[in-house]
Nanobody, 121 residues
C-alpha cells in the first residue's frame, strides 16, 4: 500500500506564502519523481512543479520564480514553497509520486487526496 499525506494548505492573502508538504509511505522501492499538480472545478489537472530523484525540476510557466519544489529523499517527502501568491493560484493541490513497489513492477502514478489553497483578500 502506498499513501501520500499532504498538509500545509489554507487561506492566505495575495502576496503571501504557504508551504505544502507531502510524505509518502508504503512499500516504495523506487521513486522517479515527486511533485505537485493543481486542479480547479471543471478544469484539467495541471502540473505545478516536480522534482526527479536526481534533482532536476520542472515548473509551470505561471509559477516560475514564485514557487520552489524541494525533496527529502530520506524522508520520502516533497515540499512546495509558494511565495507571492495570486488569486489565480487558488486550487486544490495534489501531491504526486511516480514510483514502483517492486523491481519487477510497473511505474505508477500515486496521488494524494488534495489540499485546498485559497488566495483571497
Amino acid at each position: 500500500q502506498v499513501q501520500l499525506a499532504e498538509s500545509g494548505g489554507g487561506l492566505v492573502q495575495p502576496g503571501g506564502s504557504l508551504r505544502l508538504s507531502c510524505a509518502a509511505s508504503g512499500s516504495i522501492i523506487g521513486s522517479n519523481s515527486m511533485g505537485w499538480y493543481r486542479q480547479a472545478p471543471g478544469k484539467q489537472r495541471e502540473l505545478v512543479a516536480t522534482m526527479s530523484s536526481g534533482g532536476p525540476t520542472k515548473y509551470a510557466d505561471s509559477v516560475k520564480g514564485r514557487f520552489t519544489v524541494s525533496r527529502d529523499n530520506a524522508k520520502n517527502t516533497v515540499y512546495l514553497q509558494m511565495n507571492s501568491l495570486k488569486p489565480e493560484d487558488t486550487d486544490v493541490y495534489f501531491c504526486n509520486e511516480f514510483a514502483r513497489t517492486s523491481a519487477w513492477g510497473a511505474w505508477t502514478n500515486y496521488w494524494g487526496q488534495g489540499t485546498q489553497v485559497t488566495v483571497s483578500s
